[in-house]
């Protein structure tokens, strides 16, 4: 079995790559390495014994991906390529519909023209927007987005769902992951954003590392638990095996399916910031700083639809997650960097 997997050096693409390889899954990395570094395809050999092909390009040279179609016969594609930051979105909307959405469509129109019908797609929980209840249900409105990141996946479901309904050929897993942190357990490979990060975690590792001062806390008035946002933290490579066990699913010609993947359970910022001070063995310095645009007090999932339909369990506590993410930055104090 061949996978493309589109934004496959990146930090979720990476993992499920491990995963995919130790499967024996042949794999095919198509990246730009504009938020990823080549050395991770190191990392991965050193971690599975093999080199996953590397193809350099963009998802908005549709003539690239025409290419490598024409190079390889695939049986499924797993879809991570996009920009991902909530807070830059609202800062550059034309930057993330254009990337994300017109990207997508040229994907598609690569795999039609190729006759592969097989996709995965790495959507997201913020297409939920700010729902009325928890835990959210994959049967939860999807309407009401509170970024331009979050309508960007919304959009890019929307056209699958229009692609499925004109073309029953097509077998499409909608994976609305909230929010992934951790590591391989064995170090080698973890999250390594440019510049200063978007995401909780890896500003905690570097707080921790003493690259940063202290960790920004957005916001301590939400109806929560201590005030701080509430989400659902789910270790990396319990996502990336999600997303085997979606690739079985699409092959055995499922139609369009949409999964939650989560752990099921909340956890506010300081909680994790706790479970991070318990992992490095010290205090790990935050302040508190104004909400954040675009963001929502609580979300976490209702993961019932998965682990009936897909067998999906998370495994992984937020203390192994921290545990993780500690090794990880510890051997990696510069990320891929020397």
Request: net charge positive; charged share 20%.
């Amino acid at each position: 079995m061949k996978i493309l997997v589109t934004g496959g050096a990146g930090y979720i693409g990476s993992h499920t790559v491990v995963e995919l390889l130790n499967q024996n899954y042949e794999v095919v990395i198509y990246d730009n390495l504009s938020n990823s570094k080549i050395e991770v395809l190191n990392r991965i050999e050193k971690i599975t014994g093999k080199r996953p092909v590397f193809i350099q390009d963009d998802i908005l040279n549709i003539n690239g991906l025409r290419n490598v179609f024409k190079n390889n016969k695939f049986d499924a594609v797993i879809h991570f390529a996009g920009l991902k930051a909530v807070g830059e979105s609202v800062q550059k909307p034309l930057e993330y519909y254009n990337n994300n959405i017109v990207g997508t469509i040229n994907l598609l129109f690569a795999m039609r023209e190729a006759n592969c019908y097989n996709i995965v797609f790495s959507s997201s929980a913020t297409v939920y927007g700010e729902p009325k209840s928890m835990p959210i249900d994959e049967s939860f409105d999807t309407l009401q987005c509170t970024n331009p990141y979050g309508t960007t996946k919304l959009y890019i479901e929307n056209i699958m769902k229009d692609l499925y309904k004109s073309d029953n050929n097509f077998n499409i897993a909608l994976l609305r992951y909230f929010n992934p942190i951790g590591a391989h357990e064995s170090g080698l490979i973890g999250e390594d954003p440019n510049g200063i990060p978007n995401n909780l975690v890896p500003y905690v590792t570097q707080v921790a590392i003493g690259k940063r001062e202290y960790v920004r806390v957005f916001g301590n008035d939400y109806n929560t638990i201590d005030g701080t946002g509430v989400r659902d933290y789910i270790h990396v490579v319990d996502l990336a095996k999600g997303h085997l066990l979606a690739i079985n699913k699409v092959l055995s010609k499922s139609g369009l399916v949409i999964y939650n993947l989560g752990t099921g359970k909340g956890s506010s910022v300081l909680e994790v910031i706790n479970a991070f001070s318990k992992a490095v063995n010290k205090d790990i310095p935050y302040k508190i700083m104004p909400r954040r645009a675009g963001d929502i007090a609580t979300s976490y999932a209702k993961c019932d639809k998965a682990f009936k339909e897909l067998g999906f369990k998370a495994q992984y506590d937020l203390t192994r997650m921290a545990i993780d993410s500690w090794r990880w930055q510890k051997n990696n104090p510069n990320g891929y960097e020397k």
